[in-house]
């Protein structure tokens, strides 16, 4: 059983920055692909990144490439979100989630976080 605990969420004006981190139990950290995904409200949820176990590989979705950064730190069993060029329609809450499949163009989760709450002011 793996937990995710997110924080670094809140509120920011458009155009501002946050960074979003996930800290997860477990001794396998390095061994899982570690996502991203949002939710905004009336909205299913969807995805925003992912990155390898190692950190080498990263994958994002077409609304947040070129400014959001996804990376790792398997010492410190934490994963974050870099978040620049912030837009009101980032608005949402996120949710970290770790996958066992191992590399997918389509994210598999096993586990998820409680979320974050971001909002983005215009």
């Known amino acids: 059983q793996v937990q995710l605990v997110e924080s670094g969420g809140g509120l920011v004006q458009a155009g501002g920055s946050l960074r979003l981190s996930c800290a997860a139990s477990?001794?396998?950290?390095?061994?899982?692909?570690m996502g991203w995904f949002r939710q905004a409200p009336g909205k299913e949820r969807e995805f925003v990144a992912q990155?390898?176990?190692?950190?080498?590989?990263?994958y994002y979705a077409d609304s947040v490439k070129g400014r959001f950064t996804i990376s790792r730190d398997n010492a410190k069993n934490t994963v974050y979100l870099q978040m620049n060029s912030l837009k009101p329609e980032d608005t949402a809450v996120y949710y970290c989630?770790?996958?066992?499949?191992?590399?997918?163009?389509?994210?598999?989760?096993?586990?998820w976080g409680q979320g974050t709450q971001i909002t983005v002011s215009s």
């Open positions: 989630a770790a996958s066992t499949a191992g590399w997918r163009r389509r994210f598999d989760a096993d586990y």
């Open positions: 990155i390898s176990g190692s950190g080498i590989s990263t």
């Open positions: 477990g001794r396998t950290f390095s061994s899982y692909v």
